[in-house]
C-alpha cells in the first residue's frame, strides 16, 4: 500500500482556505497512492475562541472531503471539530475516507490535552475506530494519545497494524514527539504513520512537522524534499518479518503485564 503523510502550515480560523490548499497539494501527487494523512485540526488551527464558529461548518467540508477523495480516487484521514448529533457537543473528530469517498468509522479524540483547554472546549471520547485500508488494519489516535501506550497496546491484540496520528505537536517538544511515535510502533510491531503542523500560529506557538512514517522496528522514513511530504509503499511482509524474530504480544505475562 502506498501512504502519504503530510506537513501542513494551517492558517488559523480559514477553513476555506486550508481546504483549498489542501486540495492544490494533493491533485498534484502520485495518483497511484492509495491514502493521505492530514494533520491534527487541519482546516481550523488552535484558536480555540473560534471554534464553536468553526464546528457547525465542518459538516460542508466533510462532504468536499469525500468529493475530493472520489475526484482523485485516494483515501484521507484526518482530524476536525465536530458537533456530535447526538450530545450536541464539540469534539476533536478524526475521520476516514475511503478512495470511493465513503466515510469509515470515526474517532473522537479521548485524551484531551489540558494545557491547551481542549477539556474546557471539547468532549472527550469513549471508544476505538477499527478499520481496514487495503490489506491492513487500521485505527486512529490523535496527537497527546500519544502518551498513553495502554491505547495503543489494545488496539493491537484487537488486530491492528497500521496506527494513523494526526497531530499538532509544538516545536519544543519534537524529539518527544518522534520517540513516542517510535515506542508505539515497535512494543506492537506495527507501522506508525504521523502527519503534523508546521508554521507558527497566531498565539506565537511553533510546531515541529516531522510527518513520517515508521515500521515495525523503528524505522522512520521522512520527506526529503522541500513540501515536507512523505510518501512510502508499507508491505506486510514487514510485520511478519519482525514477528518471526521476536513477537513480545505472545510473551505477555499474566499478573505483571496485564
Not at 478524526?94 to 478512495?99: G, L, N, R, V
Not at 469509515?104 to 481542549?118: A, G, I
Not at 515541529?208 to 506486510?236: K, L, Q
Amino acid at each position: 500500500m502506498k501512504i502519504a503523510s503530510i506537513n501542513l502550515n494551517i492558517v488559523d480560523s480559514e477553513p476555506r482556505i486550508n481546504f483549498d490548499n489542501i486540495k492544490k497539494i494533493v491533485q498534484n501527487l502520485d495518483k497511484t497512492l492509495d491514502f493521505i494523512l492530514l494533520p491534527e485540526l487541519w482546516n481550523s488551527g488552535y484558536i480555540q475562541e473560534d471554534w464553536i464558529k468553526i464546528a457547525p461548518r465542518n459538516i460542508i467540508v466533510l462532504d468536499k472531503m469525500k468529493n475530493l477523495a472520489k475526484e482523485i480516487s485516494i483515501g484521507f484521514g484526518f482530524s476536525m471539530l465536530w458537533i456530535d448529533e447526538n450530545s450536541n457537543k464539540m469534539s476533536n473528530r478524526f475521520f476516514a475516507i475511503d478512495k470511493n469517498g465513503i466515510e469509515l468509522p470515526f474517532y473522537d479524540k479521548v485524551h484531551l490535552f489540558t494545557p491547551m483547554k481542549e477539556n474546557i472546549y471539547l468532549n472527550s471520547g469513549k471508544n476505538i475506530n477499527i478499520f481496514n485500508i487495503s490489506e491492513f488494519t487500521a485505527s486512529a489516535t490523535i496527537c497527546y494519545d500519544l502518551r498513553f501506550p495502554e491505547q495503543y497496546r489494545k488496539l493491537a491484540l484487537m488486530g491492528v497494524n497500521l496506527f494513523l496520528v494526526s497531530a499538532e505537536w509544538p516545536k519544543p517538544r519534537c524529539e518527544t514527539l518522534l520517540i513516542l511515535a517510535k515506542a508505539r510502533a515497535i512494543e506492537n510491531q506495527a507501522f506508525l504513520v504521523l502527519s503534523n503542523r508546521i508554521g507558527k500560529d497566531k498565539n506565537g506557538v511553533e510546531y515541529c512537522g516531522g510527518s513520517t512514517i515508521i515500521y515495525p522496528d523503528g524505522t522512520a522514513i521522512f520527506s526529503e524534499n522541500e513540501n515536507g511530504i512523505v510518501i512510502n509503499n508499507i508491505n506486510m511482509n514487514d510485520i511478519i518479518k519482525a514477528k518471526k524474530f521476536i513477537n513480545p504480544l505472545l510473551e505477555r505475562v499474566s499478573g505483571v503485564d496485564f
